[in-house]
Nanobody
Framework: QVQLVESGGGLVQPGGSLRLSCAAS????????MGWYRQAPGKERELVAT???????KYADSVKGRFTISRDYAKNTVYLQMNSLKPEDTAVYYC????????WGQGTLVTVSS
């Protein structure tokens, strides 16, 4: 089964940017839909961005216009570019298919704070 490893999180000030990466252990071409999810403290995990095989995208209203999901087939990697970050974006971020079908990775922590 494919394995996913997320990276790129960290501490950033409000208004800042981060780019998250999700490296897959095999080709992503056979996966129709990939997504980035996040789980904030005390909250359920939520889907924030979706990337389809044809590279079209879909976003949760809370991140629309600020986040961009992309997929690099050559590198077997899915990215999440996050701009204009807000404190409410603080969460552990995960990638998976949509709906989730792969064992969850360890995620990467994003903390937005001054």
């Amino acid at each position: 089964q494919v394995q996913l490893v997320e990276s790129g999180g960290g501490l950033v000030q409000p208004g800042g940017s981060l780019r998250l990466s999700c490296a897959a252990s095999r080709s992503l071409f056979s996966i129709a839909v990939m997504g980035w999810y996040r789980q904030a403290p005390g909250k359920e995990r939520e889907l924030v961005a979706t990337n389809f095989r044809d590279l079209t995208t879909k976003y949760a209203d809370s991140v629309k216009g600020r986040f961009t999901i992309s997929r690099d087939y050559a590198k077997n990697t899915v990215y999440l570019q996050m701009n204009s970050l807000k404190p409410e974006d603080t969460a552990v971020y995960y990638c998976n298919t949509d709906p989730p079908s792969i064992t969850w990775g360890q995620g990467t922590l994003v903390t937005v704070s001054s």
